[in-house]
């Protein structure tokens, strides 16, 4: 074959894909394919894949922002089990400040089988989570959907969301979107795009196609999106490790799902129920601590992770309290005086509370010869874990403090966990709420949100310790 023949065969080929005609072009050319060409006919066909996943996304998203309103059956499973983890009920509809408008009613199913019921609402301005066991409404004036995403993870109800639909830029990713087989969902024909989403990394480390670095490792969306109106079916939320092997997985299913009906505001305005506590919190005092961080003292250097504008401001003295230890004994902030405390409001029912501990384990040994106490609140709400039982069960050997849901109203605990570290001299230093991601990493997995955690209370720590 001629030099004009590859040409000729090379512009075929790309026209070919441009008007969809990939098989009529080969049957047009020779089966075998000159090898010094075979790169540039590889790269037209990457591109136009690449593309065309694209120009997919493209249409998903923009079906999503057309969403006013959506409703559907969550359906939440382990993908490496498939047990089933969370099942529930969830409305949603735009708010006219933005973002959206939330209610979710079901229930966790625990490895043991175990289930919990729950039922929680935000108007727009408030959350408020109903916990049955005890009789509490929990309430918490929020301003943005990440805040919302923190406060539904604390209350242990993340899975049945479908974040990346209800985000500001929906299914949003820096990685590569690539189209895979399709499929059929609750009877639908789907479509499956995978979302490359590096994990754990900062905006400036992430690779520029998500593909894992020798030292990372990354997550990935699979998003089945129904022929029908480009909405998400189900989506599959996947932990990978370096090597590409999955770690964790997570699969939600959007079941029965309703669109721009019309809702009211008493859908997602939770009412209080007769004889139950509110444990709640002030909007107007978390804009003041706000404008009180501005003139706060300077965050210790290679400290980012803000202290949360919801607890105890930084400089004021932390309180008192009583509690017991595992073996009855009386424990007092006093008995604490001349060391750095690094204090977790935790509750065995708590997921995210859970993904800390190791990191607190690992403060705790470092730290163990020093004037430094690594001390865990148990604030059990009336549930039935056993926080002795849970600790030694897991190898945790630093202090545990029980019964602390009362210190909790004290120490303005919104949701757990919630840390605190308090100086030598009683004054607080930094608190924080949830496991926050590092900067630049909104997507990070809860490992590297845990590794986070860790670097800064460390810093923390130095930043107060007697020299």
């Known amino acids: 074959m001629t030099l004009v023949s590859h040409r000729v065969f090379v512009s075929a080929f790309a026209l070919s894909l441009a008007t969809g005609g990939l098989t009529a072009c080969a049957q047009a050319q020779p ?10 006919v590889d790269a037209l066909a990457n591109d136009a894949a690449s593309l065309a996943a694209k120009e997919r996304l493209a249409k998903v998203r923009e079906a999503i922002k057309a969403v006013r309103s959506l409703s559907y059956t969550a359906h939440v499973e382990d993908l490496k089990t498939s047990s089933v983890i969370a099942t529930g009920s969830i409305s949603a509809t735009r708010a006219d400040a933005g973002g959206w408008k939330v209610y979710v009613a079901g229930e966790n199913t625990n490895t043991k089988g175990e289930k919990t019921s ?3 609402g935000y108007d727009g301005l408030s959350a408020r989570a109903l916990r049955e ?30 974040w ?22 609750q009877g639908k024909p789907c479509d499956v795009l995978r979302l490359a989403m ?3 990394a900062s905006e400036d480390d992430k690779p520029a196609d998500g593909v894992a670095t020798a030292t990372g490792a990354t997550a990935a969306l699979r998003v089945f999106v129904s022929n029908d109106d480009n909405l998400p079916r189900r989506i599959e939320r996947i932990n990978l490790a370096a090597d590409g092997t999955m770690v964790a997985g997570r699969v939600l299913e959007l079941r029965d799902l309703a669109t721009n009906a019309n809702a009211t505001l008493q859908q997602f305005t939770l009412d209080v129920p007769d004889g139950w506590r509110v444990r709640a919190g002030d909007r107007e005092a978390r804009r003041a601590a706000r404008e009180a961080e501005k003139t706060a003292a300077p965050m210790p250097e ?25 073996d009855g004994k009386k424990k007092t902030l006093a008995d604490y005086k001349g060391k750095v405390i690094v204090m977790d409001f935790w509750a065995t029912w708590c997921g995210p509370c859970k993904t800390a501990m190791p990191a607190l384990q690992r403060l705790h040994e470092k730290y163990k010869d020093q004037p430094v106490a690594i001390v865990g609140m148990n604030a059990e709400g009336g549930g039935e874990g056993d926080p002795v039982a849970f600790k030694k069960e897991n190898g945790y050997t630093y202090e545990l403090l029980l019964e602390a849901d009362a210190v909790s109203e004290t120490y303005k605990v919104r949701g757990l966990p919630t840390f605190y570290v308090v100086g030598p001299d009683g004054q607080i230093v ?29 810093k923390l720590i130095q930043s107060v310790l007697p020299k």
């Open 118 to 120: 729950f039922t929680l």
């Open 31 to 40: 089966a075998a394919k000159p090898a010094e060409f075979a790169p540039v």
């Open 133 to 162: 066991r005890d009789k509490v409404v929990i309430e918490r004036s929020l301003e943005k959907m990440d805040e919302l995403q923190i406060f539904f993870t604390g209350q242990s109800v993340r899975h049945p969301l479908a």
């Open 198 to 200: 590096p994990a754990g």
């Open 430 to 458: 930094w608190g924080g709420v949830g496991l926050s991601a590092p900067p630049g990493s909104p997507r990070a997995s809860n490992k590297a949100r845990a590794e986070y955690l860790e670097d800064q209370l460390d």
């Open 302 to 326: 290679g400290v980012t992770w803000r202290s949360d504008p919801s607890v105890l401001t930084p400089g004021t003295a932390a309180p008192d309290f009583s509690l017991a230890t595992h």
């Open 164 to 185: 990346e639909v209800l985000a500001d830029e929906p299914l949003a990713t820096t990685g590569a979107v690539t189209l895979e087989a399709a499929a059929n969902v």
